[in-house]
């Protein structure tokens, strides 16, 4: 899988840490997996990375990760998990109302969907009604998948993209496997993976259908259940500790994404957008006509 910045035009192939590469390519590893994907083994991690002995892997991770703290808040982290849920100082979030924008700082890959309101990623055939446990494949026929990837290095909190209202939140038990691409051939994870969805009722881009997964070591989505009208930018929630993913399912003919991602897209390839960054434009009539 190679990962494409959309600023400078840079490739690079994305690289696995040895832990990852334990789990998924090995037979000794994959033993060990079947222990640690499921949510007790993702419960007594998060104790630990909520602990204040998690503090000493905080200046680890920035390292390996060359994340530029300058951008979020300077402030004592009490925990791992406190520092993996940091705030930004501040967010270029675009708010043209015809501009759709990616919810989060992520690595991201488009998805056409077809009349079955299904899609392929690696080798594993998805369908909508398989990720959302209902059956609404006839309303987005012909519409997108929107995959945001989200690495440790990312800021690991999401935000509305366009004015509107939503429906109920929706739990569905699941394992936890890693969303990197190394597991997408072996296991069907965004069908296998704990996550949560909602239908956000949107003013310029018709119904979306986000859900928020679950990831390896990741037992927590926390969704602020309180907003129930939101404006385009506020925060919707945040993952704790690990990798984490959004699918954003929207309608045909409601938005035009930008061509370097479609391309990039084809090729296999996932472009790294920024939380609030244009990625697509208002679906409109007269573009049909041209």
């Known amino acids: 899988m190679k990962i494409v910045d959309r600023k400078t035009k840079k490739e690079r192939k994305m690289v696995y840490a040895k832990s990852v590469t334990f789990l998924y390519k090995t037979f000794l590893g994959r ?97 909508l009604k398989d990720i959302i446990k209902k059956d609404l494949t006839k309303e987005y026929e012909n519409g997108y998948a929107l995959i945001f990837r989200l690495e440790v290095s990312d800021y690991h909190r999401y935000h509305f993209i366009d004015d509107g209202t939503r429906d109920d939140y929706q739990y569905i038990k699941g394992k936890l496997h890693t969303v990197q691409p190394i597991a997408y051939q072996n296991y ?38 309180k907003i129930t009208s939101f404006h385009k930018g506020d925060e919707k929630g945040y993952f704790e500790f690990g990798g984490s993913t959004i699918i954003l399912f929207v309608k045909d003919k409601e938005i035009i994404i930008d061509n370097d991602i479609l391309l990039n897209s084809t090729l296999s390839k996932e472009t790294i957008v920024s939380c609030g960054e244009k990625i697509g434009i208002k679906y409109k009539k007269s573009f049909a006509q041209k």
């Not at 503090?55 to 990760?65: G, L, P, S, T």
């Not at 015809?98 to 989060?104: E, G, Q, T």
């Open 31 to 127: 033993i060990v997996l079947k222990f640690i994907s499921n949510r007790f083994a993702s419960k007594i991690v998060g104790c630990y990375m909520n602990s204040s002995l998690s503090k000493k892997r905080i200046k680890k991770a920035i390292d390996e990760n060359h994340i530029d703290m300058t951008l979020f808040e300077n402030r004592e982290f009490k925990s791992f998990n406190d520092f993996f849920t940091r705030q930004k100082k501040e967010l270029n979030f675009d708010i043209k109302k015809d501009h759709f924008v990616s919810p989060c700082d992520s690595k991201l890959m488009v998805m056409k969907l077809n009349k079955n309101s299904s899609f392929d990623i690696k080798g594993s055939k998805y369908t």
């Open 188 to 225: 069907r994870v965004f069908h296998k993976n704990a996550r949560e969805y909602t239908t956000l009722h949107t003013e310029n881009f018709g119904d979306i259908i986000q859900v928020e997964v679950g990831a390896l070591m990741v037992g927590r989505i926390t969704n602020n259940k």
